[in-house]
């Protein structure tokens, strides 16, 4: 991990220089009082604490509220770049899309025998209850975000599918809002494509998707799992920005075959839900029957048309750490192209041969849970101690099923701001996609994601990550 | 909109108002206590009273002194009614129904509880008191202000206002309710100078010592007092006035929405006793019974909108 020069830098060359698109941005950094710009990281701390984007930790109930630091050194993507991974991504998610109405009807894929059956018949994402049901206007993943990484100029490759309910996207605007309150000059210098119209983007989309029982304008809702989740912030500021209404389960009931949101006026029937709580929670009528935070019932009027769900439910299928090491042959099978984006080479610890390279390869590799997320579980070769090592082999040993390896990436590295001026940090990417029928639409840039920690890979906020502004340049 | 979220409003609104109040009735006591040690007591057991704490107080503690009820009323974590708490509350309220706030009030009150967490973290010493007494009410005026000057007046705005007014009335009865034997006619101690001092804390926990000398000439008898925190529609914080709001604002929704609700006719009937009773006619029927009426008519009436607006399920 002190290797340094194997690091892409995305900002700076060997010899010094700045690259291409941090130019103009450079221009500007050098020309400031480093003092300056520590003061104005303060402000935006205030301002962030103002705003209220505080989370609290799982876990961690008496803990006070914390805030995901912020770095105010943009990261920055180029024009052509950036339309590259665009048009990657877009092959990837109509694939998934794709994929996902294959395995709830037909099966081809595994007919054609690309993606062996147990894959998915044993995969607990998998679910029983969506076989031969198309959700309206056909679409299952309403909003990715896709995870990338980058490792050279044009080397980008997929870490995740987030087909879920992808989180963060309020971060990437909040980012913009600071950087333009702080920075308004730098704006007019360097010209960045806006993000701002996502939340309008977000309605629209969704909107397109209402169910055969929606008349007029649909109504919209976000669904949330409360004040105490994580997210709550992210939930109430995208219900505010599409002007839908915020409810949590008790706020619902199933009435004349719709769900409806209890209103100071009585119940009043909701077309799109925009759920931002897990599949297994939804129905404690046909999932999790202990769940508080669902809608008894729901699952039937979405089975009947009445309800669209965004997304829809078993979609966990598709980003399923396993079913990822196949996406290659997924694009291929469903658009008839090779896919542009790269995926990471994934030794799936289920198969022997595979299992074995992993065992013997420990302290080079990445392991991750097949059904893990937020960095949790995982293992990181490189960084890890002996004993560390020891005891995730007896881990892999154990339940083989349950990992899957990767090679550890050279992850690009994006400079921070630090008391002792710019130091470079590892960073991802996740853009946000929005589908609807015939549209796909990605805003550009995304989150950029940022380790704080120097030579560290890790850039989930649950785990010391803070987060840039992402500038996708005009072309 | 959510029945949720019109009862998040209401509760927000009510949880400011209350913290001011109890500001208020803080300084009251502070006042008599610093003036009058002998009446420090049972100062401070009628305020713990008009708080409707006391029973909390008195599982933790069973004198009163000054700093012991102050510290309880502020900042004392058993105590659900602080300040610190009904702060807390108020900011959670506003977290749960952040999509019908605009950024100035949800901003105003995330100050306020940021603000006054960071003041009521540690005991408030004797000369901080007023400073951070001045800076609850402050704070609470600043959320009004940004409600006033950015809220679109719509349903959102008539709960929020009524939940302001609710509070308020509440307030000043529960004053009048734990206060009303020293504005009772009798025969000890008239225009001497306990009366006076009493008198006074009532005008003071209801931040009505000036506009009460302004009105009256300097003159001061109990019962214009009474008439004036019960019925005189110029004071902002008499129940008269507190009414004719919760009314106007209850008839806006009802035309908005184009229903009347039982709420309606209970919040008319509240009214009319304001109209049709004068101060002479309160103390012939009883101004300790007519102040019980009014809490059990607006309890009543805290229910019923709860039930017809569909707070709660």
């Known amino acids: 991990m002190t290797n340094k020069p194997d690091y892409f830098d995305e900002m700076m060359q060997a010899g010094g220089a700045p690259r291409a698109p941090y130019a103009d941005y450079h221009d500007w950094f050098t020309s400031e009082e480093p003092g300056r710009l520590l003061e104005k990281s303060a402000e935006a701390e205030a301002l962030f604490r103002l705003t209220g984007i505080t989370f609290n930790v799982y876990g961690d109930p008496g803990a006070a509220e914390r805030l995901i630091p912020f770095d105010l050194i943009p990261r920055i993507i180029g024009g052509r770049e950036w339309a590259l991974v665009a048009k990657g991504i877009e092959q990837r998610v109509r694939a998934l899309n794709a994929f996902l109405h294959d395995i709830y009807h037909r099966q081809e894929i595994i007919k054609a025998g690309r993606i062996p059956a147990r894959m998915i018949a044993q995969n607990a994402a998998f679910l029983p209850q969506m076989i031969g049901m198309t959700p309206p206007g056909g679409i299952y993943t309403h909003i990715v975000g896709t995870d990338l990484v980058r490792t050279g100029p044009d080397e980008f490759f997929v870490l995740e599918d987030n087909a879920r309910t992808p989180s963060g996207v309020s971060y990437m605007l909040e980012n913009r809002e600071t950087m333009l309150h702080m920075f308004p000059e730098l704006f007019s210098k360097v010209k960045v494509q806006s993000v701002s119209q996502y939340p309008r983007s977000l309605r629209r989309s969704l909107g397109a998707c209402a169910p055969k029982a929606c008349e007029g304008r649909p109504t919209l809702a976000v669904l949330t799992p409360g004040m105490y989740n994580s997210a709550y912030y992210e939930h109430a500021f995208l219900a505010d920005q599409m002007g839908a209404e915020l409810v949590e389960g008790h706020d619902l009931r199933v009435v004349n075959g719709r769900v409806a949101m209890r209103t100071t006026q009585g119940y009043k029937p909701i077309d799109v839900l925009y759920r931002r709580i897990d599949d297994d929670y939804l129905d404690p009528l046909n999932f999790n029957p202990d769940s508080m935070l669902g809608v008894p019932g729901i699952i039937d009027v979405y089975r009947a048309g009445g309800i669209t769900l965004a997304n829809a439910p078993g979609t966990g299928i598709a980003d399923d750490k396993a079913i990822y090491s196949y996406m290659p042959e997924i694009v291929e099978f469903y658009t008839g192209e090779k896919a542009i984006l790269k995926n990471v080479p994934t030794h799936r610890c289920s198969e022997p041969e595979a299992l074995k390279y992993v065992l013997d390869n420990l302290a080079e590799l990445v392991v991750k849970e097949v059904h893990g997320s937020g960095g949790y579980g995982m293992l990181v070769g490189p960084a890890a101690s002996k004993q560390e090592l020891a005891a995730f082999r007896a881990k892999l040993e154990a339940n083989p099923d349950n990992y899957i390896a990767q090679p550890t990436l050279a992850l690009s590295t994006v400079p921070i701001l630090t008391d002792a001026g710019l130091a470079p940090r590892h960073v991802d990417l996740r853009p946000y996609v929005l589908v609807s029928p015939g549209k796909i639409d990605i805003t550009p840039g995304g989150l950029t994601r940022v380790a704080l920690t120097e030579g560290s890979l890790v850039v989930n906020s649950s785990q010391g990550g803070g987060t840039k502004d992402t500038w996708v340049l005009e072309e | ?313």
């Open chain 2, 1 to 313: 909109m959510l029945g949720k979220t019109a009862g998040g409003l209401f509760w927000l609104f009510r949880y400011m108002e209350r913290s001011e109040n109890t500001a208020r009735m803080i300084d009251a006591g502070l006042r008599i206590s610093l003036t009058r040690s002998s009446a420090a007591v049972s100062e401070w057991t009628s305020i713990l009273n008009a708080t409707g704490l006391q029973n909390v107080y008195l599982q933790r503690y069973d004198t009163y002194t000054g700093p012991q009820v102050i510290d309880f009323l502020l900042r004392d974590e058993t105590n659900p009614g602080s300040v610190r708490a009904v702060v807390e509350s108020a900011r959670n309220n506003a977290r749960l129904v952040r999509t019908a706030l605009t950024r100035e009030v949800w901003e105003a009150v995330n100050e306020c509880y940021m603000a006054l967490t960071a003041v009521l973290a540690n005991p408030v010493s004797d000369r901080d008191l007023p400073r951070v007494l001045q800076m609850i009410r402050q704070r609470s005026a600043f959320v009004r202000g940004a409600l006033h000057g950015t809220m679109v007046r719509n349903d959102m705005y008539d709960f929020a206002r009524i939940g302001t007014f609710f509070e308020r009335a509440d307030n000043t009865a529960r004053i009048l309710d734990v206060k009303y034997y020293i504005l009772l006619p009798s025969i000890m101690h008239v225009g001497t100078a306990t009366d006076n001092v009493q008198w006074e804390t009532i005008l003071r926990a209801t931040s009505s010592v000036r506009a009460y000398q302004t009105l009256h000439d300097g003159e001061v008898d109990p019962k214009s007092i009474a008439h004036f925190l019960i019925l005189d529609r110029r004071l902002p914080r008499s129940l008269a006035f507190c009414y004719s709001k919760i009314k106007d604002n209850l008839a806006y929704l009802e035309t908005d929405y184009g229903t009347r609700h039982p709420c309606h006719d209970l919040a008319d009937r509240i009214c009319k006793r304001f109209s049709t009773f004068d101060v002479d006619m309160i103390f012939e029927y009883g101004l300790h019974e007519y102040i019980q009426d009014f809490l059990t008519d607006s309890a009543a009436l805290g229910q019923q909108i709860e039930t017809d607006y569909r707070f709660i399920e």
